[in-house]
């Protein structure tokens, strides 16, 4: 009865399928926290910006002034400034655990690759975002990281002086730049939270993954108050750890330059941007060539949409999947030594290691992720499957299977879909 009344109202009816009786895999850990959290950030950033755009002035005059009069004037400005500074590191942070748990999981595999390349997207507005939130400042890393990165764009044969001249606004970064890139910030958050409504819709049309990659509609749970519990102790981890850098190591993530005002006739000694750039501005330097450098980067990322269609294997999960768990562990390590690479002084050896690195990064995806999947499509093609009497035999320890049960371990062994009422035989309990 009181079902049939949520219903009936169409928010509370939305509410009641996408959180309340949303059917959930009863196995998922806490890694599958991680996109909740990425929602906890985008609301954090989205709330701590308004209240800090009242009181900022975007003019290359007063842009760094005004900074400071939120840091030492407005009430609790300080705390709102470090929220949203730091909160730009934590929506990094957990995005990056998203995403590799994705690669680990094989959640880019059907059906859920729409679902994959829908959170690219995201991941590519969330850098848009981050890059012009960080010139906003009008320090000196502001200043010239603004000028370095729009310069790329003068790379593309014939139109790129004249794209880089409307980016700009003007012959130089300057204050229509800055004007325009704090419109544009105050914006796409607006249009990501956009696109994560379309990211919950595809996720809640085909369902969430889990770590065993089984694809069955068995052993379901709704997600109030199972996995809300779950999530909510999540939650608590992660602002007692995003707290830490608050109020004790405010300043540790960010740059010491950008508290010197933007000089166009000083260039500091090492132009880096923010931490979570470094892997792919890693990229762009190991290769000697302008253009291939910014192709290289733009690829790094447009990659990751590559993956639903460049892979071949029937298995989902990197659980059963060893020869690529294995590499798995080498691009997560690799990703890693990208980002030490990218705030070192392109000198050697520096300079043949991010080489070594960014070649790695592309035959991964490009080239190991296929073959890896059509040599597991291989074995398991020619692998004589078993009968029903010899799963039996195998299964004698346990409480002793029909025919029936035994043909329904064999499909889950396959991957395929069951549909199984209750009561659930002993095997799927």
């Given at each position: ?30 890694l599958w926290s991680f996109g909740s959290l990425a929602g906890l950030c985008l609301v954090i950033q989205i709330i701590t910006g308004i209240f800090l755009a009242m009181h900022y002035t975007p003019h290359v005059s007063f842009a760094f002034n005004s900074v400071e009069h939120i840091m030492r004037d407005v009430n609790n400005g300080w705390l709102i400034r470090y929220i949203h500074a730091n909160g730009a590191s934590m929506f990094f942070i957990v995005t990056y655990f998203h995403i590799f748990r994705g690669l680990y999981f094989g959640s880019y595999m059907y059906p859920r690759g729409l679902l994959w390349c829908s959170g690219v997207i995201i991941f590519l507005a969330m850098m848009a975002t981050a890059f012009m939130g960080y010139v906003l400042p009008w320090g000196q890393m502001s200043f ?286």
């Amino acid at each position: 009865m009181m079902k049939n009344r949520w219903n009936k109202n169409s928010i509370l009816s939305f509410i009641d399928s996408h959180i309340i009786n949303y059917p959930t895999p009863i196995n998922l850990n806490y890694l599958w926290s991680f996109g909740s959290l990425a929602g906890l950030c985008l609301v954090i950033q989205i709330i701590t910006g308004i209240f800090l755009a009242m009181h900022y002035t975007p003019h290359v005059s007063f842009a760094f002034n005004s900074v400071e009069h939120i840091m030492r004037d407005v009430n609790n400005g300080w705390l709102i400034r470090y929220i949203h500074a730091n909160g730009a590191s934590m929506f990094f942070i957990v995005t990056y655990f998203h995403i590799f748990r994705g690669l680990y999981f094989g959640s880019y595999m059907y059906p859920r690759g729409l679902l994959w390349c829908s959170g690219v997207i995201i991941f590519l507005a969330m850098m848009a975002t981050a890059f012009m939130g960080y010139v906003l400042p009008w320090g000196q890393m502001s200043f010239w990281g603004a000028t370095v990165i729009t310069n790329l764009f003068s790379a593309i044969p014939f139109v790129g002086a004249s794209i880089v001249e409307w980016l700009w606004g003007g012959f130089s970064v300057d204050n229509a730049t800055l004007n325009r890139f704090f419109s544009l910030h105050y914006l796409l958050p607006f249009v990501i939270v956009g696109l994560v409504l379309v990211h919950l819709s595809l996720l809640h049309t085909v369902g969430s993954n889990n770590p065993l990659g089984i694809n069955t509609n068995v052993d379901l749970v709704v997600f109030y108050p199972y996995f809300y519990v779950k999530d909510l102790f999540a939650f608590l981890i992660f602002i007692f750890f995003f707290s830490v850098f608050v109020f004790f190591y405010p300043n540790v993530l960010g740059h010491s330059d950008n508290y010197i005002p933007a000089n166009p006739l000083v260039t500091p000694p090492h132009i880096v941007p923010e931490w979570y750039f470094l892997p792919f501005y890693a990229i762009l330097r190991s290769i000697p060539d302008k253009l291939g450098g910014v192709a290289a980067m733009i690829s790094a990322i447009l990659v990751l949409l590559l993956i639903p269609v460049i892979n071949f294997s029937e298995v989902r999960s990197s659980k059963f999947r060893p020869i690529y768990a294995f590499f798995y562990w080498f691009l997560v390590s690799d990703f890693l030594l990208l980002g030490w690479i990218g705030q070192k002084p392109v000198e050697s050896p520096y300079i043949e290691v991010g080489m070594l690195a960014t070649l790695f990064y592309f035959a991964f995806f490009l080239f190991l992720m296929p073959l890896i999947g059509f040599i597991e499509s291989f074995l398991i093609k020619f692998e004589s499957p078993k009968t029903a009497e010899e799963v039996q035999e195998d299964w004698e320890e346990f409480d002793m299977l029909d025919e029936y049960e035994a043909g329904l371990y064999l499909k889950l062994l396959k991957g395929e879909e069951i549909s199984v009422k209750p009561p659930f035989p002993p095997l799927m309990k």
